[in-house]
């Protein structure tokens, strides 16, 4: 029985992966192809890319931290953010 519980946890994992990444926005569509094409993106990136708001290019990369999308290196303005691997 525990057996067909870790396949079943597996299924659960794969589709909730699948989930996520169906259901981004198109601001976080936009700053992963640009991680992926400059391997790194900052906020100030991030208010150019989607021009909005350092609050909103903010909430918008802790957000996608939060979601695992993204991870955060370094802290205040040497702040920078990658794909997690």
């Not at 900052?42 to 350092?54: C, F, G, H, Q, Y």
């Not at 802790?62 to 695992?68: E, G, I, L, P, S």
């Amino acid at each position: 029985m525990l057996e067909n519980s870790s396949v079943w946890t597996t299924k659960t994992d794969t589709n909730s992966i699948m989930e996520t990444e169906a259901s981004l926005s198109e601001a976080e569509e936009k700053i992963l192809e640009y991680v992926r094409e400059h391997g790194v993106i900052t906020k100030n990136d991030v208010i150019s890319l989607l021009e909005v708001s350092a609050s909103t290019a903010s909430r918008t990369l802790r957000k996608m931290v939060k979601n695992n999308l993204l991870k955060q290196n370094g802290k205040a303005r040497s702040t920078n953010y990658t794909i997690i691997k």
